[in-house]
């Protein structure tokens, strides 16, 4: 384990607060993930001085109020925000989500005894070393995510920390203590209490880890409390020579053969959550799943609606659902269609990142689309550095062009589609006197 860096910015709240008497220490994830020899993203404080007391000392500070009901003073140092805030414990909690009140208190060992995790429940300043009332240190070293006192009671106040208990064992690659895990599935229903908002986050910082598609299939009656429709894969056998793998398992594989970007792993989660409802068997006990792709589209707009999910991320997930089935060419003119019909290069880009992992999912592996895989990842490469057109905003002339060389009306949009078409099918180049000359040929024949 490390000794944890204090740079000049730590230096100065340590320092503004000890000055006046106050006890200050790093607390939380960033102590956590110093020890791991990790970059903390941010680096959070507290401390036993009021929110008023603290407000008094870094009064020559630029400092943000928003969190300061919570006892929350974000300060400004060298134009980083740091947020400190007072020892606080939490008041009641009614909706298994917030605190009805806070109550602020003056020992540090009941501000840690209020987190979630051991791990997460460290403090440390330079003068006193690490205060580690719950073993956190221990657990680190041990690989173990494990609640703060009792499970039961701690994931019944805030049911949040049910996936949060999943995130980090994702994000960490750490087992969840047998008294943690079994209280993570009694109080799963209560999950249904918390905000959509918050589950997409930790759903989303799940499964772009290395080890997100373990924590989705071990955990899979969790996540059903709030996505109910996956359960349906759980168990769907396929009866088909492609799979040896029910459709859970299948999809489980496949996310663990996926690149870690977001849009593939979210494809990869959902693009066969169809299939259970398109199953059909032949005489011969064959089992085929007719129209599932857009089944699945059906089903992941749903889900995406309930929760929340942003419109960007919606669209080129559905769409490359759709397509996640389709038989591509690896021929340049194919590629150059499929950019149209995509959207754009980084669309196609992502389509075979999911049919790549899509076929690590099916047993066995197909290698003969492994290198269709290659040869259309060296067409793309070709194809990026061409300038190349796959829709109207790409082409290099527009409406000023049309209009400038007499066109009219409902001629200009027609010209300019037709421009496109020529340039998808290699009949001509995207450079503006090229398909200017090409149009007054054709107007010409
Ligand atoms: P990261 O920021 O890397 O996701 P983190 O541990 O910093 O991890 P935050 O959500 O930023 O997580 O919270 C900071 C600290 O606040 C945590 O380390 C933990 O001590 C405490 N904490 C956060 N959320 C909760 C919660 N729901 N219940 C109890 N304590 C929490
Ligand atoms: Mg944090």
């Not at 796959?390 to 007499?406: A, Q, T, W, Y």
Request: aromatic content about 8%; glycine content about 6%.
């Amino acid at each position: 384990m490390n000794e944890i860096e204090i740079t000049s910015d730590i230096k100065i709240v340590f320092d503004t607060l000890n000055n006046v008497g106050y006890e200050c220490f790093m607390v939380g994830g960033c102590v956590r993930d110093f020890l791991l020899n990790k970059i903390p993203h941010d680096v959070d404080f507290t401390t036993n001085a009021t929110p008023d007391e603290m407000k008094e000392c870094f009064k020559e500070f630029n400092v943000i109020e928003t969190g300061i009901k919570h006892g929350t003073l974000t300060v400004l140092i060298n134009h980083t925000p740091y947020e400190i805030t007072t020892y606080r414990i939490d008041g009641e909690y009614l909706d298994n989500r917030r605190p009805e009140s806070v109550k602020f208190v003056k020992d540090i060992k009941d501000d840690l005894a209020r987190r979630d995790f051991t791990i997460n429940a460290i403090a440390y300043n330079p003068s006193v070393g690490f205060v580690d009332c719950f073993n956190g240190i221990q657990d680190l070293k041990d690989g173990i995510i494990r609640c703060v006192n009792e499970p039961i009671k701690r994931l019944n106040e805030d049911a949040l920390r049910i996936l949060r208990a999943l995130r980090f064992s994702a994000v960490l690659g750490y087992k969840i203590e047998p008294a943690t895990e079994k209280a993570c599935f009694e109080l799963s229903q209560l999950l249904k209490n918390i905000s959509v908002e918050r589950i997409v986050v930790e759903l989303f910082k799940t499964i772009i880890q290395p080890n997100g598609h373990k924590i989705i299939f071990d955990y899979i009656d969790i996540w059903g409390v709030v996505i109910p429709e996956l359960l349906k894969m759980k168990g769907f056998e396929q009866h088909n020579p492609h799979h040896v793998h029910d459709v859970l398992k299948h999809t489980c594989v496949a996310l663990e053969g996926a690149t870690k970007d977001l849009i593939v792993c979210l494809t990869v989660l959902f693009h066969d959550i169809g299939k259970p409802e398109s199953f059909t068997m032949d005489e011969k006990g064959n089992g085929h799943f007719y129209g599932h792709a857009l089944k699945s589209v059906d089903i992941t707009r749903d889900i995406f609606d309930r929760l929340k999910v942003d419109n960007n991320t919606k669209h080129q997930v559905l769409t490359l659902i759709k397509y996640h089935d389709l038989d591509l060419q690896p021929t340049e003119k194919y590629i150059r269609r499929l950019c149209y019909k995509l959207g754009d290069l980084e669309m196609v880009k992502k389509l075979i990142l999911v049919q790549r992992a899509d076929n690590y999912g099916q047993a066995p592996i197909h290698s003969e689309r492994i290198d269709k895989f290659n040869e259309i990842d060296k067409i793309i490469e070709k194809l990026e550095h061409e300038n190349l057109s796959f829709s109207l905003k790409d082409l290099s002339v527009d409406g000023n062009d049309m209009i400038e060389i007499g066109l009219e009306g409902k001629e200009i949009g027609a010209s300019l589609k037709h421009l496109l078409e020529a340039v998808l099918n290699d009949e001509v180049k995207n450079d503006k006197n090229s398909l200017i000359d090409y149009l007054n040929k054709n107007k010409q024949e």
